[in-house]
């Protein structure tokens, strides 16, 4: 090894217990390197397989580009991970370099004449035939691929869109930088006075955040969604309320260098230049072409098969807060900043429930043992703290997976706290997949979350919501770890991304379970079980404000797939939305989840754009899924668990998601049961 190498520890080998990157001696000033000759590697790689003079195999094309890239995949993973988990300037400044090379890097390689000609060839060849199942799916999916990604046009074409895929890069990174600047330059400072109205929960986090920012005020509220949602549903400070909510949707709308609409109307301009050198339409007739809905008219159509009742719903919602105002005296019309501050007062009258009185029974640390116990009854997981780690922030916990016969399945990382130097929103990631390609590889994944921290004797608690995102983020964790293929790109999460929902969604039901709650809702201070009362309160409250929760989400995969349909034509991007919305019929006292200049599901990368709708098409598949358990009368039925691991949880790819879920369950799901349980439907 060269003395540059043996220097940089993304480059040495990590001699870490399971293979954890040594985190604290990986430095900012590493990752440019490293970038560098694992970029320079896995170019070299490419090159020994498109001019291979043998003959085109599986063994020597597909295979071989399996295993090509791996310290690439290493480099990749780290930074990634850190620049959305615990960023600084210097990881921002080299985002920005580094995106745009790595798209010309992939695009390069996707183009490749010569590489994709031995892929066809081994596509058409009479070895496929022969493949096993695992091994045909890859070659497939490999195939797919390529094309997708233009390796069928001329040169001209291929060049046009690598300049696309580039500038896309960039500004994706440009766009949640953006946003990510605009929530750590916000805060609203409370005095004594302002705190009229905030439980104790809530008075501390505002508290924390004060000294974890720095301010000279002793409370404020940030744009941290776990901070400014209870603030809005329990402040009694009506103005106030307006002040956070105008500034929580104005995100990346704001003018000067952190305006993000300019970035978005170039990001759909090229998008929708890309789709056409591909041959298609729109860039949404580009990204569903592989996914289990296929067209925008089936995804227009699941939307518009939800939205009346949904809106429906939330007019008989509006009402209630509506009366609940005029009856405590408040001469206002609802407006946005009201809602979830009278939707609670709504809450606690109709079921005599109230956030405050629930969240000392949702201490993190009990709702954490929850989920791991849910996956030990379902699938023989345990799990062991880890203290001998290394790790990359000292909030980040550790934790050893193993089966019901002591093997090692992989490592599970649990980030869970809010911090300026973390994006918002809650997701998985990894470090490592699983595969057999390259030996008995185990995962090594990660949850990120942004719950707003304890302070003093009181642990950090959840409110159900809060519970329920847990666990929604621990089934993503699950699909990563019980993965069991033997090819990476194949493995995980790797699946249609209307079908990656599924196992998060699922994995939400067992939060409400009697078993779960009357053995893990246990108050913080008397560890006193939650009482049985308080328990089926919330599960009749389940369904409680969905009319208000659902036309906040299906308005936003509206706009989204609008945005990326034949229905735009280049206008401004907020003057879009707006009429997008106005032709909906979209309450006035209700706004997007995410409106669109910080939409970052959808702009910050291509991950879920003209794919927001995919949350609702994996909750029809949910929704039926957990009645397979319910109908056995036992939502931990061991046989029904175990064809949820076989052809869910464990198998990746292998499978085309249509027939991975007939596999589970028999038959494919109708929309039914997701308008049962959002309550849309008696």
């Given at each position: 090894?060269?003395?540059?190498?043996?220097?940089?520890?993304?480059?040495?080998?990590?001699?870490?217990p399971?293979?954890?990157?040594?985190?604290?001696?990986?430095?900012?000033?590493?990752?440019?390197?490293?970038?560098?000759?694992?970029?320079?590697?896995?170019?070299?790689?490419?090159?020994?397989?498109?001019?291979?003079p043998?003959?085109?195999?599986?063994?020597?094309?597909?295979?071989a580009?399996?295993?090509?890239g791996?310290?690439?995949?290493?480099?990749?993973?780290?930074?990634?991970?850190?620049?959305?988990?615990?960023?600084?300037?210097?990881?921002?400044?080299?985002?920005?370099?580094?995106?745009?090379k790595?798209?010309?890097?992939?695009?390069?390689?996707?183009?490749?004449?010569?590489l994709?000609?031995?892929?066809?060839?081994?596509?058409?060849?009479?070895?496929a035939?022969?493949?096993d199942?695992?091994q045909?799916?890859?070659?497939?999916?490999?195939?797919?691929?390529?094309?997708?990604?233009?390796?069928?046009?001329?040169?001209?074409e291929?060049?046009?869109?690598?300049?696309?895929?580039?500038?896309?890069?960039?500004?994706g990174?440009?766009?949640?930088?953006?946003?990510?600047?605009?929530e750590?330059?916000?805060?609203?400072?409370?005095s004594?006075?302002?705190?009229?109205?905030?439980?104790?929960?809530?008075?501390?986090?505002?508290?924390?955040?004060?000294?974890?920012?720095?301010?000279?005020?002793?409370?404020?509220i940030?744009?941290?969604?776990?901070?400014?949602?209870?603030?809005?549903?329990?402040?009694?400070?009506?103005?106030?309320?307006?002040?956070?909510?105008?500034a929580w949707?104005?995100?990346?709308?704001?003018?000067?260098?952190?305006?993000?609409r300019?970035?978005?109307?170039?990001?759909?301009?090229?998008r929708?230049?890309?789709?056409r050198?591909?041959?298609?339409?729109?860039?949404?007739?580009?990204k569903?072409?592989?996914?289990?809905?296929?067209?925008?008219?089936n995804?227009?159509?699941?939307?518009?098969?939800?939205?009346p009742?949904a809106?429906?719903?939330?007019?008989?919602?509006?009402?209630?807060?509506?009366?609940?105002a005029?009856?405590?005296?408040?001469?206002i019309?609802?407006?946005?900043?009201?809602?979830?501050?009278?939707?609670e007062?709504?809450?606690?009258?109709?079921?005599?429930?109230?956030?405050?009185e629930?969240?000392?029974?949702?201490?993190?640390?009990?709702?954490?043992?929850?989920?791991?116990?849910?996956?030990?009854?379902?699938?023989?997981?345990?799990?062991?703290?880890?203290?001998d780690?290394?790790?990359y922030?000292?909030?980040?916990r550790?934790f050893?997976?193993?089966?019901?016969?002591?093997?090692?399945?992989?490592?599970?990382?649990?980030?869970?706290?809010?911090?300026?130097?973390k994006?918002?929103?809650?997701?998985?990631?990894?470090?490592?997949?699983?595969?057999?390609?390259?030996?008995?590889?185990?995962?090594?994944v990660?949850?990120?979350?942004?719950?707003?921290?304890?302070?003093g004797?009181?642990?950090?608690?959840l409110?159900?919501?809060?519970?329920?995102?847990?666990?929604?983020e621990?089934?993503?964790?699950?699909?990563?770890?019980?993965?069991?293929?033997?090819?990476?790109?194949?493995?995980?999460?790797?699946?249609a991304r209307?079908?990656?929902?599924?196992?998060?969604?699922?994995?939400?039901?067992?939060?409400?379970?009697p078993?779960?709650?009357?053995?893990?809702?246990?108050?913080?201070?008397?560890?006193?079980?939650?009482?049985?009362?308080?328990?089926?309160?919330?599960?009749a409250?389940?369904?409680?404000?969905?009319?208000?929760?659902?036309?906040?989400?299906?308005?936003?995969a509206?706009?989204d797939?609008?945005?990326?349909?034949?229905?735009?034509?280049?206008?401004e991007?907020?003057?879009?939305?707006?009429?997008?919305?106005?032709?909906?019929?979209m309450?006035?006292e209700?706004v997007?989840?995410?409106r669109?200049?910080?939409?970052?599901?959808?702009?910050s990368?291509?991950?879920?754009?003209?794919?927001?709708?995919?949350?609702?098409?994996?909750?029809?598949?949910?929704?039926?899924?957990?009645?397979?358990?319910e109908?056995?009368?036992?939502?931990?039925?061991?046989?029904t668990?175990?064809?949820?691991?076989?052809?869910?949880?464990?198998?990746?790819?292998?499978r085309?998601?249509?027939?991975?879920?007939i596999?589970?369950?028999?038959r494919?799901?109708t929309?039914?049961?997701?308008?049962?349980?959002?309550?849309?439907i008696?």
């Amino acid at each position: 090894m060269s003395a540059p190498s043996a220097a940089n520890p993304l480059l040495a080998p990590w001699s870490t217990p399971f293979g954890m990157p040594p985190f604290a001696e990986i430095k900012p000033e590493h990752f440019r390197p490293a970038f560098e000759r694992a970029l320079a590697e896995h170019r070299a790689e490419i090159e020994r397989i498109a001019k291979d003079p043998s003959p085109a195999t599986f063994e020597n094309t597909i295979v071989a580009l399996e295993n090509a890239g791996r310290t690439l995949d290493r480099v990749s993973s780290v930074f990634w991970n850190l620049a959305s988990a615990h960023t600084n300037d210097e990881l921002q400044e080299i985002e920005r370099e580094i995106s745009p090379k790595l798209a010309q890097h992939w695009n390069a390689i996707a183009t490749n004449t010569e590489l994709f000609a031995r892929v066809d060839a081994v596509m058409n060849s009479a070895e496929a035939s022969q493949l096993d199942a695992e091994q045909k799916r890859v070659l497939e999916r490999t195939h797919l691929a390529f094309v997708r990604a233009g390796a069928r046009l001329g040169p001209a074409e291929k060049k046009r869109l690598g300049e696309i895929l580039e500038r896309l890069a960039y500004l994706g990174t440009q766009f949640s930088q953006n946003v990510l600047a605009d929530e750590k330059a916000y805060e609203l400072p409370l005095s004594e006075d302002d705190l009229a109205g905030l439980p104790d929960f809530v008075v501390d986090a505002a508290r924390k955040a004060a000294e974890e920012r720095g301010s000279s005020a002793k409370y404020v509220i940030t744009l941290s969604r776990s901070l400014i949602e209870p603030f809005l549903t329990f402040s009694s400070r009506r103005d106030l309320r307006e002040q956070a909510f105008k500034a929580w949707i104005s995100r990346g709308e704001n003018g000067g260098a952190t305006d993000n609409r300019a970035i978005i109307a170039e990001m759909l301009q090229l998008r929708r230049e890309r789709a056409r050198l591909l041959g298609y339409t729109t860039f949404a007739d580009y990204k569903l072409d592989n996914t289990m809905a296929k067209t925008a008219a089936n995804v227009r159509k699941l939307l518009n098969d939800v939205w009346p009742a949904a809106k429906a719903r939330a007019e008989t919602e509006r009402q209630k807060l509506q009366a609940m105002a005029l009856q405590e005296g408040a001469n206002i019309t609802i407006e946005p900043w009201d809602w979830r501050y009278y939707a609670e007062k709504v809450r606690k009258a109709e079921y005599d429930l109230d956030e405050a009185e629930v969240k000392p029974y949702l201490p993190l640390d009990n709702v954490i043992e929850a989920a791991f116990y849910t996956a030990g009854r379902l699938f023989g997981l345990s799990f062991h703290e880890r203290t001998d780690l290394p790790l990359y922030h000292p909030d980040v916990r550790a934790f050893e997976v193993r089966d019901d016969k002591g093997n090692h399945v992989g490592l599970f990382l649990g980030d869970y706290f809010a911090r300026p130097s973390k994006r918002s929103g809650a997701w998985k990631s990894s470090y490592r997949k699983q595969e057999r390609l390259g030996g008995n590889i185990r995962p090594i994944v990660v949850n990120v979350m942004n719950f707003a921290k304890g302070s003093g004797d009181t642990p950090t608690l959840l409110s159900f919501d809060d519970a329920r995102t847990l666990f929604h983020e621990f089934g993503h964790a699950l699909h990563g770890l019980l993965s069991d293929v033997t090819y990476p790109s194949i493995s995980g999460t790797s699946v249609a991304r209307d079908f990656v929902e599924l196992p998060s969604q699922l994995y939400e039901h067992w939060l409400l379970t009697p078993e779960i709650l009357s053995k893990f809702a246990r108050h913080y201070k008397t560890n006193e079980p939650m009482p049985a009362a308080m328990i089926e309160k919330l599960r009749a409250a389940s369904t409680f404000n969905q009319g208000f929760a659902t036309v906040e989400y299906l308005s936003s995969a509206i706009v989204d797939i609008e945005f990326h349909s034949e229905t735009y034509n280049g206008e401004e991007p907020i003057a879009f939305e707006k009429m997008v919305l106005e032709r909906i019929g979209m309450p006035k006292e209700i706004v997007m989840r995410h409106r669109t200049p910080h939409f970052a599901h959808i702009f910050s990368g291509d991950g879920y754009s003209a794919g927001y709708y995919s949350y609702l098409w994996s909750e029809v598949l949910d929704a039926d899924a957990f009645s397979a358990f319910e109908e056995t009368g036992d939502v931990f039925d061991p046989e029904t668990a175990s064809r949820l691991k076989q052809y869910i949880y464990a198998a990746g790819g292998l499978r085309k998601e249509d027939e991975a879920y007939i596999a589970f369950r028999g038959r494919l799901p109708t929309v039914e049961g997701l308008l049962r349980k959002r309550g849309l439907i008696g």
